[in-house]
């Protein structure tokens, strides 16, 4: 075997290890897939499980009500508590491997993007679906709501979908993006955005204040309507996304 047969051979096989490496980022992070597809529905079937025994109790001293109170539930948004600690270990757990396997920076973070957006559609899709199924049993035949609750159920399942898909994009982001702070700046790090994060939201609110504008404010709000106000938290989420792949540029794996 001379020289240009081993350059030969080595070419074919360089081409293909770097296939589809953003794809291949994605099945990194799917390699234990209920961390992203299974645990936020054990948490919202946990939720729903606590919801009917409520809303039997209420029922056996109410009688056969429709119960309009749990409609100000929390229970449907109770996986996204746990999504933004799926944020935060999906870098945390994944990023040094990748590198370790080939994968350049800009690559690993497109593919963690691309398993967030899949995450999101699958809980989004999910989620309105259900919203639509307790409508037409009438809360499970009991009356209850969970899913059909807060702003869910009131424009249809394009709406459903559309602020759950942006929701859920938001919150993974945040965990990666404060991820790839701490991977980069560590303690310091994390002290510095917390601080300023908090202080941006203190100052606003302050400016707010002085110039008596909470009225106009929640007033442009209802405006813009539901679609409007999730649409500038899927802006967020992209800003977050975007700000992470800023840092893990120079991040260090460690």
């Not at 398993?115 to 199924?133: D, H, R």
Request: some cysteine.
């Amino acid at each position: 075997m001379n020289a240009l047969t081993v350059v030969g051979s080595a070419v074919p096989r360089a081409g293909r290890m770097r296939r589809n490496p953003i794809w291949r980022t994605v099945r990194l992070h799917a390699v234990n897939p209920a961390v992203f597809f299974g645990m936020p529905w054990v948490i919202a079937g946990s939720a729903w499980v606590v919801s009917m025994v409520v809303g039997l109790i209420i029922r056996s001293v109410a009688g056969g009500i429709d119960i309009e109170g749990m409609r100000y539930s929390w229970a449907v948004l109770s996986p996204q508590w746990y999504l933004v600690v799926v944020g935060v270990q999906a870098v945390g757990l994944t990023f040094s491997f990748a590198l370790g396997i080939g994968s350049t920076r800009r690559d690993y973070w497109m593919g963690t993007l691309v398993m967030f957006v899949l995450v999101s559609a699958e809980m989004a899709a999910l989620t309105a679906a259900l919203v639509q199924v307790e409508k037409a049993t009438g809360g499970w035949w009991l009356g209850v709501h969970m899913f059909d609750a807060l702003w869910y159920g009131q424009n249809g399942w394009l709406t459903d979908f559309y602020t759950t898909f942006a929701l859920q994009l938001l919150v993974l982001s945040i965990g990666a993006g404060a991820t790839t702070v701490y991977m980069r700046w560590r303690i310091p790090g994390m002290v510095v955005l917390a601080f300023g994060a908090t202080s941006a939201l203190l100052v606003a609110g302050t400016v707010v204040t002085l110039v008596q504008g909470w009225a106009e404010l929640f007033g442009w709000l209802a405006a813009i309507g539901i679609v409007g106000q999730f649409t500038l938290l899927l802006g967020l989420a992209l800003a977050c996304a975007f700000g992470g792949y800023l840092v893990i540029r120079r991040a260090t794996p460690r």
